[in-house]
Protein backbone atom coordinates (compact mmCIF):
# COMPACT_ATOMS: atom_id res chain seq x y z
CA UNK A 1 0.00 0.00 0.00
CA UNK A 2 2.86 2.24 0.91
CA UNK A 3 4.44 1.77 -2.58
CA UNK A 4 0.95 2.28 -4.17
CA UNK A 5 0.58 5.71 -2.68
CA UNK A 6 3.96 7.05 -3.31
CA UNK A 7 3.23 6.66 -6.98
CA UNK A 8 0.43 8.00 -6.80
CA UNK A 9 1.93 11.33 -5.04
CA UNK A 10 4.61 11.47 -7.44
CA UNK A 11 2.72 11.56 -10.85
CA UNK A 12 1.00 14.92 -9.92
CA UNK A 13 4.24 16.92 -9.28
CA UNK A 14 5.65 15.83 -12.44
CA UNK A 15 2.70 16.80 -14.38
CA UNK A 16 2.61 20.43 -12.83
CA UNK A 17 6.40 20.90 -13.68
CA UNK A 18 5.19 19.77 -17.55
CA UNK A 19 2.79 22.77 -17.55
CA UNK A 20 5.09 25.38 -16.60
CA UNK A 21 7.73 24.30 -18.91
CA UNK A 22 5.24 24.34 -21.70
CA UNK A 23 4.21 27.54 -20.59
CA UNK A 24 7.96 29.47 -21.22
CA UNK A 25 8.13 28.25 -24.75
CA UNK A 26 4.61 29.75 -25.54
CA UNK A 27 5.74 33.12 -23.85
CA UNK A 28 9.15 33.51 -25.42
CA UNK A 29 7.40 32.82 -29.07
CA UNK A 30 5.04 35.70 -27.79
CA UNK A 31 7.72 38.28 -27.50
CA UNK A 32 9.82 36.86 -30.57
CA UNK A 33 6.28 37.47 -32.50
CA UNK A 34 5.61 41.09 -30.70
CA UNK A 35 9.12 41.80 -31.93
CA UNK A 36 8.93 40.93 -35.07
CA UNK A 37 5.93 42.96 -35.71
CA UNK A 38 7.68 46.10 -34.23
CA UNK A 39 10.71 45.60 -36.15
CA UNK A 40 8.67 45.23 -39.48
CA UNK A 41 6.60 48.58 -38.32
CA UNK A 42 9.78 50.16 -37.52
CA UNK A 43 11.16 48.83 -41.23
CA UNK A 44 8.02 50.14 -42.60
CA UNK A 45 8.35 53.38 -41.03
CA UNK A 46 12.26 54.05 -41.75
CA UNK A 47 10.95 52.85 -45.12
CA UNK A 48 8.42 55.50 -45.78
CA UNK A 49 10.66 57.91 -44.14
CA UNK A 50 13.77 56.54 -46.84
CA UNK A 51 11.04 56.56 -49.65
CA UNK A 52 8.43 59.63 -49.80
CA UNK A 53 10.13 62.04 -52.11
CA UNK A 54 9.03 66.07 -51.65
CA UNK A 55 7.05 66.78 -54.67
CA UNK A 56 9.13 70.10 -55.82
CA UNK A 57 11.69 71.86 -55.32
CA UNK A 58 11.60 74.08 -52.68
CA UNK A 59 13.38 76.35 -50.45
CA UNK A 60 13.43 76.63 -47.10
CA UNK A 61 14.12 79.77 -44.89
CA UNK A 62 15.52 79.22 -40.98
CA UNK A 63 15.10 83.16 -39.52
CA UNK A 64 17.22 83.92 -36.73
CA UNK A 65 15.71 83.09 -33.41
CA UNK A 66 13.76 80.42 -35.10
CA UNK A 67 12.30 77.02 -33.03
CA UNK A 68 11.49 73.52 -34.43
CA UNK A 69 7.96 74.58 -34.89
CA UNK A 70 8.98 77.64 -37.31
CA UNK A 71 10.77 74.80 -39.28
CA UNK A 72 7.47 72.73 -39.93
CA UNK A 73 5.12 75.03 -40.77
CA UNK A 74 7.68 76.35 -43.41
CA UNK A 75 8.42 73.16 -44.44
CA UNK A 76 4.08 72.11 -44.37
CA UNK A 77 3.78 74.93 -46.37
CA UNK A 78 5.27 73.68 -49.36
CA UNK A 79 5.16 70.06 -49.05
CA UNK A 80 2.69 69.10 -46.60
CA UNK A 81 2.39 68.51 -43.22
CA UNK A 82 2.95 64.52 -42.94
CA UNK A 83 6.24 64.98 -44.57
CA UNK A 84 7.28 68.02 -42.73
CA UNK A 85 6.59 65.99 -39.18
CA UNK A 86 8.74 63.04 -40.70
CA UNK A 87 11.92 65.87 -41.25
CA UNK A 88 11.29 67.26 -37.51
CA UNK A 89 11.46 64.33 -36.26
CA UNK A 90 14.62 63.08 -37.74
CA UNK A 91 15.55 66.46 -36.81
CA UNK A 92 14.85 66.25 -33.41
CA UNK A 93 17.09 62.47 -33.02
CA UNK A 94 20.31 64.68 -34.03
CA UNK A 95 19.63 67.52 -31.73
CA UNK A 96 20.07 70.50 -33.84
CA UNK A 97 21.30 74.01 -32.41
CA UNK A 98 18.88 76.27 -35.07
CA UNK A 99 20.59 79.32 -34.09
CA UNK A 100 23.74 78.51 -35.80
CA UNK A 101 21.45 77.13 -39.05
CA UNK A 102 20.34 80.62 -40.20
CA UNK A 103 20.02 80.58 -43.92
CA UNK A 104 18.09 79.24 -46.50
CA UNK A 105 18.10 75.41 -48.15
CA UNK A 106 16.79 73.69 -51.02
CA UNK A 107 15.31 70.86 -50.45
CA UNK A 108 14.84 68.98 -54.27
CA UNK A 109 12.48 67.43 -55.75
CA UNK A 110 11.94 63.84 -54.91
CA UNK A 111 14.21 63.98 -51.81
CA UNK A 112 13.20 61.87 -48.94
CA UNK A 113 12.45 63.18 -45.02
CA UNK A 114 15.92 61.88 -43.92
CA UNK A 115 18.00 63.87 -46.56
CA UNK A 116 15.74 66.70 -46.25
CA UNK A 117 16.82 66.61 -42.52
CA UNK A 118 19.92 66.38 -43.23
CA UNK A 119 20.37 68.97 -45.67
CA UNK A 120 18.32 71.44 -43.11
CA UNK A 121 20.73 70.51 -40.18
CA UNK A 122 24.39 70.25 -42.00
CA UNK A 123 23.82 71.03 -45.38
CA UNK A 124 25.45 74.12 -47.20
CA UNK A 125 22.68 76.90 -47.68
CA UNK A 126 21.71 78.00 -51.10
CA UNK A 127 22.09 81.59 -52.91
CA UNK A 128 18.92 83.38 -53.92
CA UNK A 129 18.21 85.59 -56.40
CA UNK A 130 18.36 89.24 -55.59
CA UNK A 131 16.88 91.16 -58.68
CA UNK A 132 17.33 95.31 -57.89
CA UNK A 133 15.19 97.31 -60.31
CA UNK A 134 14.64 100.90 -60.55
CA UNK A 135 14.90 102.70 -56.64
CA UNK A 136 14.72 106.57 -56.29
CA UNK A 137 15.68 106.15 -52.84
CA UNK A 138 17.63 104.49 -49.97
CA UNK A 139 14.42 104.36 -48.31
CA UNK A 140 13.04 102.20 -50.90
CA UNK A 141 15.69 99.86 -51.17
CA UNK A 142 15.98 99.27 -47.90
CA UNK A 143 12.16 98.73 -47.69
CA UNK A 144 12.86 95.97 -50.80
CA UNK A 145 16.03 94.38 -49.28
CA UNK A 146 13.90 93.92 -45.60
CA UNK A 147 11.46 91.74 -48.13
CA UNK A 148 13.88 89.52 -49.68
CA UNK A 149 16.60 88.90 -47.25
CA UNK A 150 16.45 88.08 -43.57
CA UNK A 151 17.38 92.02 -42.52
CA UNK A 152 15.21 94.53 -41.16
CA UNK A 153 14.71 97.99 -42.78
CA UNK A 154 16.80 99.27 -39.87
CA UNK A 155 19.63 97.13 -39.78
CA UNK A 156 20.12 97.85 -43.64
CA UNK A 157 19.95 101.34 -43.08
CA UNK A 158 22.30 101.57 -40.35
CA UNK A 159 24.59 100.17 -42.36
CA UNK A 160 24.39 102.11 -45.20
CA UNK A 161 24.23 105.14 -43.07
CA UNK A 162 27.49 104.22 -41.21
CA UNK A 163 30.46 106.42 -41.84
CA UNK A 164 32.99 104.66 -41.65
CA UNK A 165 31.17 101.80 -43.72
CA UNK A 166 31.29 104.89 -46.78
CA UNK A 167 34.76 105.94 -45.66
CA UNK A 168 35.52 102.25 -46.94
CA UNK A 169 34.67 103.22 -50.50
CA UNK A 170 35.80 106.33 -50.56
CA UNK A 171 31.97 107.68 -51.04
CA UNK A 172 30.02 110.18 -49.42
CA UNK A 173 26.59 109.44 -48.22
CA UNK A 174 24.90 110.61 -50.70
CA UNK A 175 26.47 108.52 -53.31
CA UNK A 176 25.83 105.21 -51.47
CA UNK A 177 23.14 104.06 -53.50
CA UNK A 178 25.45 103.84 -56.91
CA UNK A 179 26.82 101.01 -55.26
CA UNK A 180 23.66 99.30 -56.03
CA UNK A 181 23.41 98.62 -59.74
CA UNK A 182 20.42 97.21 -60.97
CA UNK A 183 20.95 93.77 -62.17
CA UNK A 184 20.26 90.06 -60.66
CA UNK A 185 22.79 88.89 -58.21
CA UNK A 186 23.01 85.65 -56.08
CA UNK A 187 23.73 85.76 -52.33
CA UNK A 188 22.44 84.40 -49.28
CA UNK A 189 19.28 85.14 -47.53
CA UNK A 190 21.18 85.37 -44.18
CA UNK A 191 23.74 87.99 -45.36
CA UNK A 192 24.24 90.88 -43.11
CA UNK A 193 23.64 94.45 -43.86
CA UNK A 194 27.58 95.08 -44.15
CA UNK A 195 28.00 92.03 -46.34
CA UNK A 196 25.75 92.87 -48.84
CA UNK A 197 27.19 96.49 -48.89
CA UNK A 198 30.26 94.76 -49.63
CA UNK A 199 29.18 92.18 -52.20
CA UNK A 200 27.70 95.36 -54.00
CA UNK A 201 31.02 97.40 -53.92
CA UNK A 202 32.97 94.60 -55.38
CA UNK A 203 30.46 94.86 -58.43
CA UNK A 204 30.70 98.60 -58.84
CA UNK A 205 34.71 98.19 -58.60
CA UNK A 206 34.65 95.18 -61.29
CA UNK A 207 32.53 97.34 -63.56
CA UNK A 208 34.42 100.32 -63.10
CA UNK A 209 37.60 99.16 -64.60
CA UNK A 210 40.71 101.34 -66.20
CA UNK A 211 38.92 101.01 -69.66
CA UNK A 212 35.41 102.64 -68.60
CA UNK A 213 37.34 104.91 -65.93
CA UNK A 214 39.12 106.64 -68.98
CA UNK A 215 35.93 106.42 -71.24
CA UNK A 216 33.90 108.20 -68.70
CA UNK A 217 37.49 110.92 -67.87
CA UNK A 218 37.37 111.49 -71.85
CA UNK A 219 33.64 112.83 -71.51
CA UNK A 220 35.02 114.73 -68.20
CA UNK A 221 33.76 113.02 -65.59
CA UNK A 222 34.39 110.52 -62.72
CA UNK A 223 32.69 107.28 -62.39
CA UNK A 224 30.31 108.59 -59.66
CA UNK A 225 29.90 111.43 -61.56
CA UNK A 226 28.88 109.04 -64.66
CA UNK A 227 26.16 107.18 -62.01
CA UNK A 228 24.38 110.44 -61.06
CA UNK A 229 23.95 111.62 -64.66
CA UNK A 230 22.99 108.37 -65.66
CA UNK A 231 20.27 108.12 -62.99
CA UNK A 232 18.67 110.85 -64.10
CA UNK A 233 19.06 109.99 -67.95
CA UNK A 234 16.64 106.82 -66.55
CA UNK A 235 14.20 108.86 -65.01
CA UNK A 236 14.05 110.82 -68.02
CA UNK A 237 13.15 107.88 -70.20
CA UNK A 238 12.87 104.08 -70.37
CA UNK A 239 13.97 104.05 -74.05
CA UNK A 240 17.38 101.85 -74.04
CA UNK A 241 17.87 103.35 -77.86
CA UNK A 242 17.56 107.16 -76.67
CA UNK A 243 19.75 107.26 -73.48
CA UNK A 244 22.92 107.75 -74.94
CA UNK A 245 21.19 110.68 -76.33
CA UNK A 246 19.92 112.33 -74.05
CA UNK A 247 23.18 111.26 -71.80
CA UNK A 248 25.27 113.52 -74.29
CA UNK A 249 22.88 116.04 -74.39
CA UNK A 250 23.48 116.83 -70.91
CA UNK A 251 27.51 116.25 -70.97
CA UNK A 252 27.00 118.92 -73.68
CA UNK A 253 25.08 121.19 -71.07
CA UNK A 254 28.28 120.46 -68.95
CA UNK A 255 30.59 121.56 -70.80
CA UNK A 256 29.17 124.76 -71.36
CA UNK A 257 28.53 125.84 -68.11
CA UNK A 258 24.91 126.00 -68.52
CA UNK A 259 22.07 124.54 -66.08
CA UNK A 260 21.07 120.97 -66.59
CA UNK A 261 17.90 122.13 -65.91
CA UNK A 262 16.47 118.08 -65.94
CA UNK A 263 12.97 117.85 -64.73
CA UNK A 264 13.36 114.76 -62.80
CA UNK A 265 15.98 116.59 -60.37
CA UNK A 266 13.21 119.01 -59.61
CA UNK A 267 10.77 116.14 -58.92
CA UNK A 268 13.41 114.31 -57.16
CA UNK A 269 13.49 117.55 -54.96
CA UNK A 270 10.07 117.99 -54.47
CA UNK A 271 9.60 113.89 -53.25
CA UNK A 272 6.40 113.71 -54.98
CA UNK A 273 7.22 110.57 -56.91
CA UNK A 274 4.01 110.58 -58.93
CA UNK A 275 3.91 113.87 -60.68
CA UNK A 276 3.56 113.92 -63.88
CA UNK A 277 3.92 117.65 -65.24
CA UNK A 278 6.63 119.90 -63.60
CA UNK A 279 5.62 123.42 -63.09
CA UNK A 280 7.38 126.61 -61.51
CA UNK A 281 6.53 125.26 -58.10
CA UNK A 282 9.21 122.47 -58.04
CA UNK A 283 12.00 124.23 -60.63
CA UNK A 284 12.06 126.73 -57.88
CA UNK A 285 12.60 124.68 -55.38
CA UNK A 286 16.04 125.84 -53.46
CA UNK A 287 17.40 121.89 -53.46
CA UNK A 288 20.75 120.75 -54.24
CA UNK A 289 19.30 118.21 -56.13
CA UNK A 290 17.49 120.89 -58.51
CA UNK A 291 19.20 121.49 -61.50
CA UNK A 292 17.18 124.18 -62.66
CA UNK A 293 18.68 126.01 -59.00
CA UNK A 294 21.87 125.05 -59.39
CA UNK A 295 24.24 124.16 -61.91
CA UNK A 296 26.17 121.35 -62.14
CA UNK A 297 25.45 117.66 -61.22
CA UNK A 298 23.38 116.95 -57.78
CA UNK A 299 25.50 116.02 -55.14
CA UNK A 300 24.73 112.05 -55.84
CA UNK A 301 22.61 109.74 -57.77
CA UNK A 302 18.60 110.43 -57.70
CA UNK A 303 18.65 106.44 -57.59
CA UNK A 304 19.83 103.24 -58.85
CA UNK A 305 20.79 103.15 -62.66
CA UNK A 306 22.43 99.71 -64.48
CA UNK A 307 24.76 99.10 -66.55
CA UNK A 308 23.02 99.00 -69.59
CA UNK A 309 22.30 102.95 -69.27
CA UNK A 310 26.01 103.24 -68.14
CA UNK A 311 27.44 101.83 -71.38
CA UNK A 312 24.80 104.17 -73.45
CA UNK A 313 26.11 107.18 -72.01
CA UNK A 314 29.73 105.91 -72.48
CA UNK A 315 29.58 105.10 -75.95
CA UNK A 316 27.19 107.65 -77.34
CA UNK A 317 28.21 109.69 -80.32
CA UNK A 318 29.05 113.08 -80.28
CA UNK A 319 26.60 115.72 -80.86
CA UNK A 320 25.19 119.54 -80.82
CA UNK A 321 21.83 118.91 -78.88
CA UNK A 322 21.21 121.05 -76.18
CA UNK A 323 17.51 121.10 -75.26
CA UNK A 324 14.90 118.21 -75.13
CA UNK A 325 11.16 118.16 -74.78
CA UNK A 326 9.07 115.26 -74.61
CA UNK A 327 6.96 114.24 -77.37
CA UNK A 328 3.40 115.82 -78.28
CA UNK A 329 2.72 112.10 -78.92
CA UNK A 330 3.05 110.55 -75.63
CA UNK A 331 5.25 107.53 -76.98
CA UNK A 332 7.79 108.26 -74.19
CA UNK A 333 10.22 109.30 -77.04
CA UNK A 334 11.54 113.25 -76.96
CA UNK A 335 12.25 116.03 -79.74
CA UNK A 336 15.57 117.16 -79.62
CA UNK A 337 16.97 120.64 -80.44
CA UNK A 338 20.38 122.61 -81.03
CA UNK A 339 18.64 126.18 -80.64
CA UNK A 340 16.51 127.40 -78.18
CA UNK A 341 14.09 128.74 -80.69
CA UNK A 342 13.24 125.30 -82.17
CA UNK A 343 13.14 123.91 -78.34
CA UNK A 344 10.37 126.53 -77.48
CA UNK A 345 8.86 125.25 -80.44
CA UNK A 346 8.45 121.36 -79.46
CA UNK A 347 7.78 122.70 -75.72
CA UNK A 348 4.90 124.36 -76.95
CA UNK A 349 3.34 121.44 -79.03
CA UNK A 350 3.99 119.27 -76.02
CA UNK A 351 2.37 121.66 -73.42
CA UNK A 352 -0.59 121.56 -75.70
CA UNK A 353 -0.91 117.86 -75.78
CA UNK A 354 -0.75 118.14 -71.70
CA UNK A 355 -3.84 120.65 -71.95
CA UNK A 356 -5.69 118.87 -73.81
CA UNK A 357 -5.63 115.17 -71.75
CA UNK A 358 -6.09 117.45 -69.34
CA UNK A 359 -2.88 116.95 -67.21
CA UNK A 360 -2.06 118.90 -64.38
Known amino acids: MENKSRKKSITPKKRINNKKQAKKPNRLKK ?18 VLINGADDDVIIKIPRGAKMENVEDSVAKYLGEEYASMVVGVMKTQKVDLSERNG ?3 ISKGMNPAKAARVLTHGGQTGI ?19 KLDMTKKEFLNAFNDRDVQATYKLKPEEMIALFMEDTYEVYW ?54 GKIGRLYINRLNKDMKLQADPTAKFASKNFGLRRITSKQTKLRSPYNTYYVKGLPPGPIGTTSKQTIK ?10 LYMC ?12 VTYEEHQANARRYQKALNERGIK
Open 104 to 106: AYK
Open 129 to 147: KLVLRHFRTKDQLAEFLAG
Open 312 to 321: AVLDSDDSDY
Open 190 to 243: SITPENLIDKMAGYYIKFWNQSRIEDAADLGLSPIEMMTLCSIVDEETSKVDEK
Open 31 to 48: WLILLALLAVVGVLALGY
Open 326 to 337: AKEDFSGYHNFA
